[in-house]
């Protein structure tokens, strides 16, 4: 299993940024893709960034795109989130887990992988 612990989120304005971190550990987790999932009140878990281990191509949902961008530092089992242009709707708790593989390859859905571990998130909170 891949342990994962999220960085401290924050509170800003409407667009502002903020950079998020996920530290990741484990026997495996070098070998996994890993993504950010979002979690507005009331609503279920969304994926909305994703990154393959392997090609290092990066995934994104259509609400996000053009201003979240993943990284992923190998050598610190570190994975970061770029959020720019925040906007109130980007509120919400956000976390990192590993993804579901070929989900992610072969129609570019980002969703957890089976028996992912989540951590206790960060909360990102966006005000006019």
């Known amino acids: 299993q891949v342990q994962v612990v999220e960085s401290v989120g924050g509170s800003v304005q409407a667009g502002g940024s903020l950079r998020l971190s996920c530290a990741f550990s484990?026997?495996?987790?070098?070998?996994?893709?890993m993504g950010w999932f979002r979690q507005v009140l009331g609503n279920g878990r969304e994926g909305v960034a994703a990154?393959?281990?392997?090609?290092?191509?990066?995934y994104y949902a259509d609400s996000v795109k053009g201003r979240f961008t993943i990284s992923r530092e190998g050598s610190e089992n570190t994975m970061y989130l770029q959020i720019n242009s925040l906007k109130p709707k980007d509120t919400g708790m956000y976390y990192c887990?590993?993804?579901?593989?070929?989900?992610?390859?072969?129609?570019?859905?980002?969703?957890?992988?089976?028996?992912?571990?989540w951590g206790q998130g960060t909360q990102v909170t966006v005000s006019v």
């Open positions: 484990g026997s495996t987790a070098t070998s996994k893709s």
């Open positions: 990154i393959d281990r392997c090609s290092g191509n990066t």
């Open positions: 887990t590993t993804v579901h593989e070929a989900a992610l390859q072969e129609i570019g859905m980002i969703a957890p992988s089976s028996g992912s571990t």
